[in-house]
Nanobody, 127 residues
Framework: QAQLAESGGGSVQTGGSLRLSCTAS????????MGWFRQAPGKYREGVAT????????YYADSVKGRFTISQDIAEKMVYLQMNSLKPEDTAMYYC????????????????????WGQGTQVTVSS
């Protein structure tokens, strides 16, 4: 089984930036999308951003659109999440995931589409 490992989390002030990285231990040929999810205490896990590995089509939650950017380096088996203009409500544990996503015309990606998850990296944004 392949493994995912996140890095880049930390503590920043409101308006600051962080870049999260996700590294896969091996190529995952059956995977067609990579995603970032987050979960804050007392809240459900929510999708943040997704990228299709073929073609690079992206999806963003409305709450992060215009502030976050997901990207990938397939040759290096890495996915990134650039987070700018951070707000306190962005505070959460952020998880990288690999899965099989349907065409975005049908519905947005959901956690059930992803079968492989990293352990998470904490992001804390202070006022």
């Amino acid at each position: 089984q392949a493994q995912l490992a996140e890095s880049g989390g930390g503590s920043v002030q409101t308006g600051g930036s962080l870049r999260l990285s996700c590294t896969a231990s091996e190529y995952m040929y059956s995977v067609n999308c990579m995603g970032w999810f987050r979960q804050a205490p007392g809240k459900y896990r929510e999708g943040v951003a997704t990228i299709f590995t073929s073609g690079g089509t992206t999806y963003y939650a409305d709450s992060v659109k215009g502030r976050f950017t997901i990207s990938q380096d397939i040759a290096e088996k890495m996915v990134y999440l650039q987070m700018n203009s951070l707000k306190p409500e962005d505070t959460a544990m952020y998880y990288c995931a690999a899965g099989r996503c349907v065409d975005l015309e049908y519905r947005p990606p959901v956690s059930g589409d992803f079968g492989l998850w990293g352990q998470g990296t904490q992001v804390t944004v202070s006022s």
